[in-house]
């Protein structure tokens, strides 16, 4: 009889036609699953179930806002709070971080987390996602446990890659990591703790940050890729720009952020128009007419040109009362954070599995409807029709990502081409 400690065996047939037993390692099968293309790298079951839950997501809100799927309301969070943090946690922060463990192994040429860390890591964060529907507040306080080790385990990952090869450009993502796990984790909190309120100052918070990200990452690789990838492209460097937009964005943040706590006896207008203002210029020296042929290229200039109206616009609804705060605030989720994850998704899920980088024709059609979905989002509400942009805004999301579901999932599920 076989005891518990000793291996498995099995019969094979040996190459003199003998029949030989040998053991079978333990965790074998879950090893041999752990190596699948799947989990080479965070970007291909991150950029996958992101753009999946997203797109669930929205059909869950838009549903709950017509009076449908009533069954949010009495689920863990808030329903506008649910829908923030899927989208903005669930969906940004997810496709966010796995470009940043992507490109970290590029920037450092050190191994990022694959296999069964990756899978574990995985995991965690579909927990996640089913235990903030609970009602149990013991489970919502697994879920905030589980989304911080989601945080704390990515960040280190890519603070250890970028510290032990002295990348010292990439230092500043950790801090803004940091940053942004506090806004995520405090904003589940003081949702949980019956302080909406709070929990969407965070969230603005957070997307403002996240504004300040997508300036960092956009003003590397949009001018790189548009010198490479566009004919006669005329890109200039903007050293000055580069250093005074985070600057000025940053002290938005902070203005905005201490403004709920403290009264001040000014607002963050002046310096959220001041930062859209330096995108506007550092895009004019871009050359985005020359990208107008190449998709992959016109969906970022696009989405970084909704960052720099997005801010201009959310300067501006302080002072005009026809343009709410959270109707601007979409010009940054929907046409930025959207627009520029689903240009950078198809480029580098094409390029990081030695594809060509030449999109199916529907996936430009993607780049359009997300971005005809953030100003239908934004310019409705001004003509008194707020459900029309609820539903247009949501419909084109959905349509966009299911196509690149639809053309991506078998190229991220498979081996990298040679």
């Not at 010292?168 to 806004?183: E, V």
């Amino acid at each position: 009889m076989q005891t518990i400690n000793e291996p498995k065996t099995k019969q094979v047939l040996s190459s003199s036609g003998e029949v030989e037993m040998i053991a079978i390692e333990p965790g074998s099968k879950l090893t041999k699953l752990a190596s699948q293309p799947l989990w080479d790298l965070a970007f291909r079951p991150w950029f996958l179930a992101a753009a999946l839950s997203s797109v669930v997501s929205i059909t869950v809100w838009i549903l709950f806002l017509h009076g449908q799927f009533l069954g949010l309301a009495t689920a863990g969070l808030s329903p506008v709070i649910w829908h923030i943090h899927e989208m903005l946690f669930g969906f940004g922060a997810t496709i966010a971080v796995a470009f940043l463990l992507t490109a970290a192994q590029t920037w450092t040429n050190r191994r990022s987390i694959n296999g069964l860390p990756l899978m574990m890591l995985t995991l965690i964060w579909l927990a996640v996602r089913v235990l903030i529907w609970s009602a149990d507040p013991n489970l919502l306080m697994l879920a905030v446990a589980l989304q911080a080790t989601w945080w704390l385990v990515s960040i280190a990952y890519i603070a250890s890659m970028v510290i032990k090869s002295s990348s010292n450009r990439n230092y500043q993502f950790i801090p803004l990591l940091l940053a942004m796990m506090a806004l995520n984790i405090g904003f589940l909190l003081a949702d949980i703790n019956g302080h909406t309120e709070l929990a969407l100052h965070l969230s603005r918070s957070a997307i403002l940050l996240f504004g300040l990200l997508v300036g960092i990452i956009g003003g590397r690789v949009i001018p790189f890729f548009t010198g490479r990838g566009a004919d006669n492209a005329n890109v200039k460097t903007t050293p000055l720009l580069d250093k005074l937009i985070p600057i000025a964005t940053l002290l938005g943040v902070t203005v905005f952020f201490t403004g709920y706590f403290i009264q001040l006896p000014f607002t963050p207008a002046p310096l959220l128009i001041l930062a859209g203002v330096l995108h506007l210029l550092r895009l004019l020296n871009w050359n985005s007419i020359a990208t107008l042929k190449v998709p992959l290229l016109w969906s970022l200039h696009g989405s970084y040109l909704a960052l720099a109206l997005g801010l201009i616009a959310l300067g501006l609804s302080y002072h005009i009362e026809l343009l709410r705060f959270a109707d601007a605030l979409h010009l940054i989720t929907v046409g930025t954070i959207g627009a520029m994850i689903l240009a950078m998704i198809a480029r580098v899920s094409l390029g990081h599995t030695g594809r060509a980088l030449k999109p199916h024709f529907s996936i430009n059609i993607a780049f359009m409807l997300i971005l005809l979905g953030a100003l239908a989002r934004v310019i409705l509400p001004l003509v008194q029709q707020p459900i029309l942009a609820w539903d247009i805004s949501a419909l084109c999301w959905i349509v966009a990502f299911s196509l690149f579901l639809w053309h991506y999932s078998s190229i991220l599920l498979s081996a990298r081409q040679q």
